[in-house]
C-alpha cells in the first residue's frame, strides 16, 4: 500500500513538472526578485533572464539620426504646405521627416504619406493624419511631464517601424449571444488577452480610457455607509488593472501596497505616475485619436466603425518604461523633447 502512494506521489510530481515546463504562462526558473516597496509588504516585483533578455530585444533602439541646425530658412519659406512644425528650420523640418519614415515606415518610405510627384499635396489621408500625430507628440512632451517627465516620446515609441502600432484598440461589438438575460452580460465570460484570460470584461478601455469612468472599488473606510461600487464597475476596473499590469510587465505591486489598496500613502510613486497616464491617455484618444475616424478610410476603422486608439500597451509594450527607459525625445527639441 505504502509502495503503490510512493508511486502514485511521483508520477503525481512528474506530470506537474512536465505541466510548468510545457504550459504557458509559468516562470521558469530562475526567478529574479526585485523589492519596490516597503520592507515586509512582500512588494517585489518578479523576472528571469530570458524574459529580460525577450524585452531588450523588443526594445531594441532605431539607428540615430544626425542632428540638424535650428539656423538657417524656416521650412515654412523653403516648402509648401507646411501647416505644422512651422517653427523648424529647413533642416530640422528634413530630419523630423527622415526620421518618421524610418520610425513608421521604413519599408513604404516617404511614399507612405506624400505625393511624391507633389510633396505639398494632401490627397493621402496618412499625411492628414500624421500631422495631427505630430501634435499630439508635442502636447505630450510639452504638457504631460507629469507622466513622461524629461524622457518624453518620438513616434517611434508606439510604432517601432510599423504604420500602425501593435497595441491600438477599437470599440468591442462583444460576442454574438442570444437575447434576455445573456444580453446583459457586459462581455463577460470571454477570456482574451486584454483581461488577463479571466472571465472579466473583455473590453475595459472604451468606459474607462474613452469615458471618464470611476477607477476605484475598495472602501477607504471600514464598514463604509451607502451602496458603493458596483459589481459591474468591480469587474471593469479588474480587468482594466490586469491590461495595464500587462502592458507594463510587473504586477500589482509595482503601484500598489495590497495590504491597503485604498491609502495611496502607502502605495509607490508610480501610482501617481500611473494615475497622470489614464488621465493623459482619456485625453489623446478624445482629442486627438478618436476624430481621426473622419479621416481614415473604412478599412482603417473597427467594427463600429472608429478610430484606433491607445491604451498603455501602445507605449510600454510589456516595459515598465517604454523603450526600457531610454529617452529618444532629448534628441529631438523638434518634437517638443527636452535637450537637457
Known sequence: MKLAATFLGVVVAVLLT???IFTAGWSHPPIVGQQNGYRGTAM?????????????????LPDPVEKASASGDRAVDVYKNVQVLT???????????????QWVAPQQGCAYCHNVENMADD????????????????????????????????????????PVPAFVWYDNPGFP??????????????????????????????????EAGTIRVQATEAL????????????????????????????????????????????TPERVIAWHGIQMVRELNDKYLDPLKDVLPANRLGPLGDAPKASCATCHQGAA??????SLAKDFPELGGSSQ
Open 18 to 20: 512536465i505541466a510548468m
Open 44 to 60: 517585489v516585483q518578479i523576472t528571469t533572464p530570458s524574459a529580460e533578455a525577450r524585452l531588450k530585444a523588443a526594445n531594441a
Open 87 to 101: 517653427d523648424l528650420s529647413a533642416d530640422q523640418f528634413n530630419r523630423v521627416m527622415s526620421s518618421i519614415t
Open 123 to 162: 490627397s493621402l489621408y496618412t499625411k492628414k493624419a500624421a500631422r495631427r500625430m505630430l501634435q499630439m507628440t508635442r502636447h505630450i512632451n510639452t504638457d504631460w511631464k507629469a507622466h513622461v517627465a524629461e524622457t518624453g516620446v518620438v513616434c517611434f515609441t508606439c510604432h517601432r517601424g510599423n
Open 177 to 210: 449571444h442570444a437575447g434576455g438575460f445573456t444580453a446583459t452580460n457586459d462581455g463577460m465570460g470571454h477570456p482574451n488577452s486584454v483581461n488577463g484570460s479571466t472571465g472579466l470584461p473583455q473590453d475595459p478601455f472604451a468606459p474607462l480610457l474613452e
Open 224 to 267: 463604509p455607509k451607502g451602496t458603493g461600487a458596483s459589481i459591474q464597475s468591480t469587474e471593469q476596473t479588474y480587468s482594466l488593472m490586469i491590461a495595464i499590469s500587462n502592458a507594463l510587465g510587473v504586477n500589482c505591486t509595482f503601484c500598489h501596497n495590497t495590504r491597503e489598496f485604498g491609502q495611496w500613502p502607502e502605495s
Open 321 to 326: 518604461k517604454p523603450l526600457l527607459g531610454v
